[in-house]
């Protein structure tokens, strides 16, 4: 019997509902879903759940249930009585039945789909078929899926969470393996891996987050088969699974297309900048002003307290002239809040709650945004009087409260209990009263808790065990609480500070925000220069110069898998403008920051920003779609990044530490309208393509904006 084929598109609640019964009625009929590029097909198969064929591939892709560690032994998660589940997102769909092996626990299989695109995104649901049965979990392997090998010649391992002491940020790593090199590993974290016969190429993706080497999932291949499984704490011996406790697995995904592994790179990136995400605020080349790097002038060049520069008076000042240059999203750091947990905007520095700095920003069409440490709530904050149950322990013991940046000592709260909950309310609270739309969270480490009264283990399990499960769900609970954050507060944008190790740098969070990047990058000490830590400046590249935006551009090496416009890193506005023209010749690849002493900044200053800012903002979305090409070395002459996107518009980036003349041939068509940031040559070839010719007296950048019309500002404005 031909198995139900229906496009995504025209899902309607009735044909799904119809199809259910459909299925119902056959209990082992595949369900078959087509949304071109790719058609999905689940099965009552104990060696094949699901597979997926993408358009005129030669064959289809077929994964294994996942082995599940349930009651004496591993289980094997193939089901039966397949119905399509209805009230689903836009662009997903569900596939649910009972165990074969367990038919009191119902697997569901959630498909996200991406127009145009042959990424696959799907996770695994467990729950019981009863709402009043209980079951948990035992030891023994978790397994997510396993598939054939087949004929792949070359697989590689793209990891985005090593730490690189150099630069003191994570960058990108990838290896390549031949068939016999993958088998001899016991373990490869990726998170991605890729695959490749050279007629076409196969992606595998997980979405959690870490430092390496520390991996939480991981691949390897046995006998001929690919398989993903867990490595730590991904699920602990009792872990409950009820109906209020149902078990979620973390987003997986796969993707295939036509060509060599290279063309892989280009079409994930394409999925996690437009398809990975519900909102799509986040993904927006916005740029950003931080008052935090003139927080830190004030605390080093003056000898004043951090705080001392975070008030009404100064923001207003800045916010005008943040507004001359073409900043976006205005940022307080830390000092706007009176003590964390409460997060009660401070009386004695914005007296009136924020407010005319809101109806400022409004007026400018700018927005607000405002820093939080998650995981801190002070001794006197609601939080900690209602639920003193909900701080951070460590081997029975509750972490004696700290200062937050010079204000009220703070306890450390689990993230892996009620409080994430609480603290996503908080800042929805806070975001209503004050209009702020970006959120910054900092601080949260990856191991905090192993208490045995939270939701990350019990007093049967091991610290240990305790640890590693907070340590795996915690990324999850982030990203849960920035998704209900964007579901409350239209345009909501939430960012990460991923700036030292320790910190979850990986896919899950860019399912619901960004990260913020890189922050001075490395400390002196990083470079084993002698320092006092108690009383000396540990910062290397707060200082303005070139050597900051050597360190800062470096990790644009992930531009070739995430958007660059996730990975936030600011840049300095300081005088004179060839010094400006390197800073926003770096900020407009993608990074999208800018921080420092923007009060001081010469009129003429504020013109070279706000005109080289302008030419960006008319191509920043096509920059932010192009896939980067990149010629040389970071800080060597010369480093060139063209970021063209297909429909010709975008910019090509020269930097030149060195004197002397330098030419470049653009791998894309451009189009036909351009403008530089300095006078170059620009000749057009038959094919669309330009050669670029620059002559650079002294060190510097250069811009050429392709698509883009000069702006210039009157004269007579600052």
Request: charged fraction near 20%; proline fraction near 8%.
């Amino acid at each position: 019997m031909k198995s139900p084929v229906l496009s995504l598109a025209a899902l309607s609640l009735a044909c799904m509902q119809s199809l259910a019964a459909q299925t119902a009625a056959r209990p082992c009929s595949p369900v078959h879903v087509v949304r071109p590029p790719v058609s999905i097909e689940v099965r009552c198969d104990a060696d094949g759940l699901w597979e997926m064929r993408e358009a005129g591939a030669p064959e289809a892709y077929r994964f294994a249930p996942p082995v599940l560690p349930l009651g004496s032994g591993p289980t094997r998660g193939a089901i039966r009585d397949l119905h399509l589940s209805s009230g689903q997102p836009p662009g997903e769909f569900a596939v649910s039945g009972q165990l074969q092996a367990s038919p009191g626990l119902t697997l569901r299989i959630v498909f996200h789909l991406t127009p145009g695109n042959p990424i696959v995104r799907f996770h695994y649901e467990l729950e019981p078929s009863d709402p009043q049965a209980h079951f948990v979990f035992g030891e023994g392997p978790l397994e997510y899926f396993s598939m054939a090998a087949g004929s792949f010649t070359r697989a590689r391992e793209v990891e985005l969470s090593n730490f690189q002491g150099l630069t003191h940020s994570y960058n990108l790593s990838e290896t390549d393996f031949n068939p016999a090199e993958l088998k001899a590993r016991r373990s490869i974290m990726g998170p991605i891996l890729a695959f490749s016969n050279q007629r076409y190429s196969l992606l595998l993706a997980y979405e959690h987050g870490s430092t390496a080497p520390e991996a939480y999932l991981s691949y390897s291949m046995r006998k001929q088969r690919i398989q993903l499984s867990a490595a730590i704490g991904n699920v602990y011996p009792g872990q409950v699974i009820d109906s209020a406790h149902p078990w979620k697995s973390v987003w997986l995904e796969a993707g295939a297309v036509a060509g060599p592994i290279d063309a892989l790179a280009p079409v994930f990136r394409k999925f996690v900048l437009s398809g990975m995400a519900p909102q799509s605020d986040s993904r927006k080349p916005l740029v950003f002003y931080n008052t935090w790097n003139y927080q830190e002038r004030q605390k080093w060049f003056a000898h004043r307290d951090y705080l001392d520069s975070i008030n009404l008076d100064r923001a207003l000042q800045e916010i005008d002239v943040a507004h001359q240059i073409g900043i976006d999203v205005y940022v307080l750091d830390t000092g706007w809040y009176r003590t964390t947990g409460d997060w009660q905007v401070s009386p004695d520095r914005f007296p009136d709650g924020l407010q005319q700095i809101r109806r400022k920003l409004e007026a400018y069409g700018m927005r607000l945004g405002l820093w939080f440490g998650p995981t801190s709530a002070a001794i006197s904050s609601q939080v900690v009087r209602d639920h003193p149950e909900w701080r951070a322990s460590w081997n029975g013991k509750v972490g004696a409260p700290a200062p937050v940046w010079g204000t009220e000592p703070s306890y450390q709260m689990c993230m892996v209990s009620g409080y994430s909950r609480a603290f996503a309310q908080k800042v929805i609270e806070v975001a209503r009263a004050t209009g702020a739309t970006y959120f910054k969270w900092d601080a949260v480490g990856q191991h905090a808790c192993n208490d045995p009264h939270h939701d990350h283990g019990t007093e049967a399990n091991t610290p240990e065990m305790r640890d590693a499960s907070y340590a795996f769900q915690m990324i999850g609970r982030m990203t849960q609480a920035a998704a209900e954050i964007s579901q409350a507060i239209p345009g909501a944008i939430v960012d990460m500070d991923v700036t030292e190790s320790g910190r979850a740098f990986g896919l899950a969070f860019l399912a619901s925000g960004k990260f913020f990047l890189v922050n001075n990058g490395p400390y002196l000490f990083n470079y084993d220069l002698p320092i006092n830590k108690e009383k000396d400046n540990w910062n290397l590249f707060f200082y303005p110069g070139p050597a900051r935006t050597w360190i800062a551009r470096t990790p644009l090496a992930l531009d070739k898998w995430i958007p660059s416009t996730l990975l936030l890193t600011h840049y300095f506005p300081d005088d004179p403008a060839d010094l400006q023209e390197l800073n926003i010749a770096s900020m407009v690849l993608g990074q999208d920051g800018i921080w420092g002493d923007l009060t001081s900044i010469s009129p003429g200053g504020v013109r070279t920003m706000a005109r080289l800012i302008n030419g960006y903002k008319q191509v920043r979305d096509d920059m932010a779609a192009a896939d980067p090409v990149v010629t040389g070395l970071v800080s060597g002459s010369p480093e060139i990044h063209e970021k063209i996107a297909a429909n010709g518009r975008g910019a090509v980036v020269l930097f030149a530490p060195s004197p002397g003349e330098y030419e470049y041939t653009t791998r894309h068509t451009v189009a036909s309208q351009h403008w530089s940031s300095q006078p170059v040559s620009v000749m057009g070839f038959p094919d669309g393509r330009a050669h670029i010719t620059a002559k650079f007296d002294d060190p510097g950048a250069r811009i050429v904006y392709f698509g883009a019309a000069e702006w210039r500002r009157a004269p007579d404005s600052r």
